[in-house]
C-alpha cells in the first residue's frame, strides 16, 4: 500500500509562550522552537503501523522551505520511507485552499492508496485534509481515530464525535483521512534514526515541477485573508466554591438562583 503523509512544520506549543506581535499580523516567531505538528506525527506512526502489516511503502511531504527539511528528516528517521519538499517563492502566502493545490499537484505525479493528514495544524482551521480530498474527488473522514485495513480496495475507520461516541464507516480506497491524536503512541526518534538520514537528500518540488500556475497560489491566489491576531480580554475570574460537599451544593443553588438559571 502506497501511502503518503502530509506534515508541516509548527511552533511547539510545549516549548514556547506564543505571544502576538505587535502589529497584530502574526505570532512573534524570531525565538520559537519548531517540530513536526503534533496530529501530523500521529498520521505518520499509523501510516508506518499500516504499512508494517500490509506492505508498501510510507512518504511524508512538506509544503514549506529548506528549514521544513528538519521534520521531513524526522519522520524519516520515525520510520517512513521518503521525503519531499514542496518549496517556492510562489508558495508563500497561500491559505489553505493554495496547499491543498498544491498537494494535489503532487499526489497527481504518483499513484497513492491512502492520504492521511492531521486533523488540524497550528492554525486549528483543520481546512487542508476536507480540501485535498474534495480536490482528488476522494472519499473522506475527519477526526479518525482508528483504521482498520479491509483490503487493497476498502478501509474501515473510526470517528470521534460529539459526546465521547465514535461511529464507523467502510470507506472505498484510494481516500484521505484526517487523523486524531490519540489513535496511536508515537514511537521514539532516537538520536541514531536521526544521524542515518541526516545525509539523505530530500526531492524538492517546485510550482514549474507540479505544473503550478503561479497567480494560483500564494497570496495572489489566496481567497482567505488574516486581518487581524489578538488576545481577547479577560473578563471576571471564576469563583472556586469551597467545603463540604453539602455547603458547595448548597452554595451552588444560591449561585443558579440569584443569576436566574433556576428559580
Known sequence: MEILVCIKRAPDTSENEIEVNRDGTDIERDDLVYSVNEWDNYAVEEAIQIRDKMGGSVTV???????????????????????????????????????????????????????LTGAQADDGAGQVGGMLAAMLDWPYASLVNFIDVVDDKKIKVGREIAGGNQEMHEIDLPCVLSIQTGINEPRYVGIRGIRKVASLEIPVHTAADLGIAPESVGESGARTKRLDYFVPDLGEGAEILEGSTEEITDKLLELLKAKGGIK
Open 61 to 115: 511531504v512538506s509544503v514549506g522551505d529548506e528549514d521544513d527539511e528538519e521534520v521531513i528528516r524526522r519522520e524519516m528517521a520515525m520510520g517512513a520511507d521518503h521525503g519531499i519538499l514542496l518549496s517556492d517563492e510562489t508558495f508563500k502566502g497561500s491559505d489553505g485552499r493554495g496547499i491543498s493545490a498544491i498537494l494535489k499537484a503532487e499526489v497527481e505525479k504518483k499513484k497513492y492508496d491512502l492520504i
